[in-house]
Each structure stands twice: as structure tokens, then as C-alpha cells.
């Protein structure tokens, strides 16, 4: 499923127009976004919580030369499933 396809199910599950569904999902990921760059964990009960990981430096490989190089240490945004969506995909 991608952004258009939740905008169509929106749309039609709550009976309103494309226009406004978009705008709808837009404005939930706006905020899920601003949180997380302002570090800030986001939790929706029942489905997960939105997470900062941070990566460690670590060594990698060039895959074109085979030359060894340092990958430094960066951020990266996990999820953290729910117990009920965790069970219902297993």
C-alpha cells in the first residue's frame, strides 16, 4: 500500500473527498515527522511506537574497489510494534 492507496481508503471509509483525505494523511505525517526531528519518540496505541535508533560507527566496503572504508555513526528512525499488531501479523 503507498500514500495514494491509504488516501483512497480513507476517502471512502469516511465518505469525503480525495482532496480532503490527503490532506488528512499529510497532516498526520507532518506531525509523526516533527516530532521525530525534534527527537521526540511518537506512540499510537495499538499500533507501535516511532523511535530515534542510533547506528554506531562502523567498518564497511567499498563494493565497487573492495577498498575498506569507516561508515560513521548516524540516526535512523525504527518502529517498535504493538503487542496486538505484533500477534496479528504472526
Do not use: C, H, W
Not at 64 to 82: H, R
Amino acid at each position: 500500500m503507498n500514500k495514494a492507496d491509504l488516501v483512497n481508503e480513507i476517502a471512502q471509509r469516511y465518505e469525503m473527498t480525495k482532496k480532503d483525505a490527503t490532506e488528512a494523511v499529510n497532516v498526520v505525517f507532518d506531525t509523526i515527522y516533527d516530532a521525530l526531528v525534534n527527537g521526540e519518540d511518537v506512540k499510537v496505541n495499538g499500533f507501535g511506537t516511532f523511535e530515534i535508533r542510533k547506528r554506531a560507527a562502523r567498518n564497511g566496503r567499498n563494493p565497487q574497489t573492495g577498498e575498506e572504508m569507516l561508515i560513521p555513526a548516524s540516526n535512523t528512525v525504527g518502529l517498535k510494534p504493538a503487542k496486538a499488531l505484533k500477534e496479528d501479523i504472526n
